[in-house]
């Protein structure tokens, strides 16, 4: 798993951080996941890299989108500050940060600036999903809303128990803690944004 084309990788201090924020100990959180402590310390040091599968678990634990996982909170900004009060920032195209999930051949490009750049409360992303893929591995859920647009291509999205056809122009809004997945049912390249709101 990397973020960004340079071939940077997941952030293991990302995952250590939030566990001491919430106050969680190795040994409760490896009782609630199911996991050895052992192997979420190698995970917290970078010795280990998570499979797509663990790391959305730890994520809903946790309660933070994964994306936020491939932070570097060192790395060089990629939104340019435009406002002297830092009211607005701009990212040019070429510079957002990409997130790659070679497990199910889709990619995410950040819209927004990373936590470690600006305190934002929203979090947009632009997907691109090759045909027969899916956004996620599995059903997701997660406790924010989200908002999804169809900006090309043809979408199954998958809301519950029910599925919704879709295709260029149109959108979804997905309440928090309801299931849900896409996949691309066209024959070209699928491209989708989402909006949420980072609680």
């Not at 090759?130 to 900006?151: K, N």
């Not at 809004?173 to 989402?194: E, M, Q, R, W």
């Amino acid at each position: 798993m990397r973020y960004n084309e340079e071939g940077g990788y997941l952030n293991p201090e990302i995952i250590k951080k939030k566990r001491l924020e919430k106050g969680y100990t190795l040994a409760y959180m490896s009782k609630q996941l199911g996991f050895t402590a052992s192997f979420l310390s190698q995970l917290e040091r970078g010795l280990k890299q998570p499979s797509l599968e663990s790391l959305r678990k730890i994520s809903d634990f946790l309660e933070l989108p994964m994306i936020f996982f491939f932070f570097d909170e060192n790395a060089q900004p990629v939104s340019e500050p435009v406002a002297q009060d830092g009211a607005c920032h701009v990212i040019r195209k070429n510079s957002r940060r990409k997130i790659v999930l070679p497990e199910i051949q889709t990619e995410y490009e950040m819209l927004t600036p990373s936590p470690a750049e600006v305190k934002t409360e929203l979090n947009g992303s632009y997907c691109e999903i090759r045909p027969g893929c899916r956004m996620s591995e599995r059903m997701i859920t997660h406790g924010r809303d989200e908002s999804m647009f169809v900006l090309k291509g043809k979408m199954r999205a998958f809301i519950g128990d029910a599925t919704y056809d879709m295709e260029d122009g149109d959108s979804i809004y997905v309440s928090k803690h309801v299931p849900h997945n896409a996949i691309n049912t066209g024959d070209d390249k699928l491209c989708v944004i989402t909006y949420m709101i980072n609680s």
